[in-house]
């Protein structure tokens, strides 16, 4: 499909009256006056945009910053040779991986545990400082930001995952067993949190700021 | 009154015509790129076949061991209900409830409505009323249905468990990377207009 560079005047849903169900994408004239307008095909809540939108994006993003914190400083789990061990966090887990030589996997998950989720919130961050200023990128560019925030937020529980793989299988005896740690659940919650702050953002609200700058 | 050829960009709210769309085909925003609407070929047979071969793979691919590892004499293994309650016991329940509804329940749901749906479109039985309802829960689902990255995690733990300790595979792997694809193709042949279109239609 081709994309061309501009729509020459651009006409959105919103402009006509309409409102497009965000589950099944039906299209209906919007009831400026009914709060409670259900979708006509399938009955879920019908708005024009996200309700409270940029406001809970704002909330739900600080608080994944927040939660990052703990996410990276608690031990996410402890290798334990004849009952000791040293406890390891992500970014000490991947320093071991890299200093047993293991640098293609320790790249991916230095890059799906560390930097996804800390590109996530900083580009949320960005993203919602670009409402209340006007910044470089178009809207497309920011657009297309979204998507990618949207899209890598999930990968982000790999490291979860392999933690829940290795405890149930490495436990042999006395030898050698792993164990996972308050990390784990932290780490877990600030996934989910981003996640949620992702999708309250509204898209639509950056086109329609950007036709607002374009005007004045 | 409306057309059913307009649609509305759900990323940036641009108005679209579209006509004649044919199966396999999908169509871009002309503004910002987002895939507007995508149909897909043959697919109510084939979401049926894919997500009963899911269902089938269901159990073995939660149930049976993954992989094991063998150490000093010594030998254990683990399948992803042994992952979920060795994290349960090990006291981090919420990291076990987690990957319960990621990995088990998100993907066991999207299968049955997939399959339930789907055949009634076959028989066109789209008017009962319990149909719409349900094919909402494939919609919730499909945010928190995460196979693909568990999957990613058992490479890694294989590529960081293989200096450490012999490895072993059984079935259980086939069955998971079976079911893992299963939600993928599911994803790719289910068309979800086509179903709300119908279902509405049926009414």
């Known amino acids: 499909m081709t994309e061309s560079k501009d729509v020459i005047n651009p006409i959105t849903a919103k402009e006509k009256g309409l409102a497009q169900c965000h589950l099944c994408d039906y299209l209906v004239p919007y009831e400026e006056q009914n709060p409670h307008q259900k979708c006509p095909r399938c009955g879920s809540h019908i708005e024009q945009r996200k309700k409270d939108s940029l406001r809970r994006c704002w909330a739900w993003t600080i608080t994944s910053l927040i939660a990052f914190l703990p996410a990276n400083f608690y031990p996410i789990m402890t290798i334990l040779y004849f009952g000791k061990g040293q406890p390891d966090t992500i970014l000490s887990g991947i320093f071991t991986l890299l200093k047993f030589g293991m640098y293609p996997i320790a790249f991916v998950v230095f890059f799906a545990s560390f930097v996804v989720p800390l590109a996530k919130i900083m580009g949320l961050f960005y993203l919602l400082y670009s409402f209340?200023?006007?910044?470089?990128?178009?809207?497309?560019?920011?657009?297309?930001?979204?998507?990618?925030?949207?899209?890598?937020?999930?990968?982000?529980?790999?490291?979860?995952?392999v933690v829940a793989l290795l405890v149930a299988l490495v436990e042999l005896g006395s030898i050698v067993e792993i164990v996972a740690g308050p990390g784990a659940t932290a780490f877990g919650i600030m996934v989910i949190i981003t996640m949620i702050a992702a999708h309250y953002l509204d898209p639509r609200l950056l086109w329609d700021k950007e036709k607002i700058d374009d005007s004045k | 009154m409306l057309n059913k050829t307009t649609f509305a960009c759900n990323e940036c709210d641009l108005l679209i015509e579209i006509h004649d769309i044919k199966e396999g085909e999908e169509a871009t925003c002309p503004r910002c790129g987002h895939h507007v609407l995508q149909r897909k070929h043959d697919s109510v047979k084939r979401s049926i076949a894919i997500s009963s071969a899911g269902l089938v793979l269901f159990f073995p691919a939660i149930?049976?061991?993954?992989?094991?590892?063998?150490?000093?004499?010594?030998?254990?293994?683990?399948?992803?209900?042994?992952?979920?309650?060795?994290?349960?016991?090990?006291?981090?329940?919420?990291?076990?409830?987690?990957?319960?509804?990621?990995?088990?329940?998100?993907?066991?749901?999207?299968?049955?409505?997939?399959?339930?749906?789907?055949?009634?479109?076959?028989?066109?039985?789209?008017?009962?009323?319990?149909?719409?309802?349900?094919?909402?829960?494939?919609?919730?689902?499909?945010?928190?249905?995460?196979?693909?990255?568990?999957?990613?995690?058992?490479?890694?733990?294989?590529?960081?468990?293989?200096?450490?300790?012999?490895?072993?595979?059984?079935?259980?792997?086939?069955?998971?990377?079976?079911?893992?694809?299963?939600?993928?193709?599911?994803?790719?042949?289910?068309?979800?207009?086509?179903?709300?279109?119908?279902?509405?239609?049926?009414?």
Not at chain 1, 138 to 160: C, H, N, P
Not at chain 2, 95 to 122: D, E, H, Q, R, Y
Not at chain 2, 143 to 149: G, Q
């Open chain 1, 132 to 161: 209340e200023r006007r910044t470089e990128l178009t809207a497309k560019q920011k657009t297309k930001m979204y998507r990618y925030i949207e899209f890598f937020g999930r990968w982000s529980m790999l490291d979860v995952f």
């Open chain 2, 63 to 203: 149930y049976l061991p993954i992989m094991a590892i063998q150490a000093a004499g010594m030998k254990s293994s683990a399948s992803l209900i042994q992952a979920i309650s060795s994290l349960w016991q090990s006291d981090l329940v919420f990291v076990a409830l987690s990957i319960l509804v990621f990995c088990v329940i998100a993907p066991f749901i999207k299968l049955i409505v997939a399959l339930t749906v789907n055949v009634s479109l076959l028989q066109n039985r789209t008017h009962l009323g319990w149909l719409k309802p349900l094919f909402k829960w494939y919609h919730k689902m499909d945010t928190w249905e995460m196979l693909e990255v568990f999957m990613l995690g058992i490479l890694i733990s294989i590529i960081k468990l293989k200096d450490m300790a012999e490895l072993s595979f059984d079935t259980g792997i086939i069955c998971f990377i079976f079911f893992m694809l299963s939600q993928l193709f599911l994803k790719l042949s289910l068309d979800k207009q086509l179903i709300w279109q119908r279902l509405h239609d049926g009414k």
